[in-house]
């Protein structure tokens, strides 16, 4: 009797993503949980109004201090309708912005590792806010969204079942999503 082996196909680059180098990167973290402890960080400055500007570079990730080889530039404001210049999107917008970078990037991935290649992939994300909190109006409604809605479109040569449980391990591994609906602790110094 004569019985074969048959060997999985190698993980090929797929969607824009390495995957053997991601592949070999969640080996090695796996191996030395201690690489995957990372620290972002931004720093604001006031513009003028309601209009600010943050720049994002240095972190820490992997064992040690990283940099970029430029600083990547956010500015932030409000529409003229609440008293801002409208240079820029509103921090909210940002956090909106936050979330559908994060799911959309973690499809890219998870397809990718699964060998399945994307059409496309749109992610919407609206919230829902009530200013009369902001504007100290009410102390009864919060300053921030009572509610945040995301759609995914997602297109591939998958079937919709294989594309969708594809979204769901996204969420069930996004950092914005997983800060958003279990909260993070958030403190501030004030230097004067």
Known sequence: MNTAVMEKPAKIAKNGV????LLATIGAVKEMP?????????KGAWVSGTHSRATVNGFFGAGEEQNRDEDFVIEGDHPAVVCGADKAPTPVEYLLSALAACLTAGVG??????????????????????????????????????????????????????????????IARSAVFDMLSNGTKVDVAIAA
């Open 109 to 170: 991935n998870i397809a990718s590792v699964r060998q399945i290649d994307l059409e496309s992939v749109e992610t919407i994300v609206e919230g829902d806010i009530d200013m009369q909190g902001i504007l100290g109006l009410n102390d009864e409604v919060r300053n921030g969204f009572e509610g945040i809605r995301a759609t995914v479109k997602i297109k591939g040569n998958a079937p919709a079942e294989q594309l969708e449980k594809v979204v769901q391990q996204s």
């Open 34 to 42: 201690v690489a995957a402890k990372f620290q972002f960080r931004a």
């Open 18 to 21: 390495d995957v053997p180098t």
